[in-house]
């Protein structure tokens, strides 16, 4: 009996990462060195929070830049670690189309870093492969990785990311 294939909701983003390349499936991640987990998001925390709305707006301001300073700490080990860059364009919690100056092939195993804020520390990590290249119209090629192995804190991440933009979307759409 062989597992579904799961179907995941995929959006149009724009999000870095980095990633480091493996010799094959069973490599061992070290992604969980540099990733922090983030059981709550800020706005979970303030739906939660039973605090006056003053002391949530500083608590939340104070997390901001202890998200800065820990993304300034983490950023040479990342580097070090990850030593290639990619451009998300779209995301799911099953599969990344990304751009990247390093020429991949159809097989490559990698394990990759996504950043979900330009400075910070929410990042969501995964190891997988390299399934397909796409060469768009204006020759841009985008490679399709799809998870093979993630953690299910780091799916949770990649989902609640999905979700949220999905939100920000449906409400600009209606507010225009």
């Known amino acids: 009996m062989t597992p ?6 995929e959006i149009t983003t724009y999000l870095r990462g980095r990633f480091r390349l493996l010799t094959g ?24 929070s039973t605090l006056p709305e003053t002391v949530n707006k500083f608590l939340v301001q104070l997390d901001t830049k202890l998200d800065a300073i820990l993304a300034v700490l983490q950023a040479s080990s990342l580097e070090r670690d990850f030593p290639y860059t990619f451009e ?17 092939a159809k097989g490559d195993w990698l394990e990759v870093i996504i950043k979900f804020r330009e400075i910070g520390t929410s990042t969501a990590a995964g190891i997988g492969t390299v399934t397909d290249r796409i060469v768009e119209k204006n020759g841009v090629s985008l ?7 993630i953690r299910e804190e780091e799916r949770e991440k990649i989902i609640r990311h999905v979700f949220t933009e999905e939100r920000r979307l449906l409400r600009e759409s209606r507010l225009a």
């Open 25 to 48: 499936p069973d490599d061992q991640p070290c992604a969980h060195l540099n990733t922090l987990n983030t059981d709550l998001s800020r706005e979970e925390l303030l739906v939660a």
């Open 88 to 104: 998300v364009a779209s995301l799911s919690a099953g599969t990344v189309r990304f751009a990247t100056d390093l020429p991949l």
């Open 4 to 9: 579904e294939k799961v179907e995941y909701a």
């Open 143 to 149: 490679f399709v990785f799809t998870f093979t192995r």
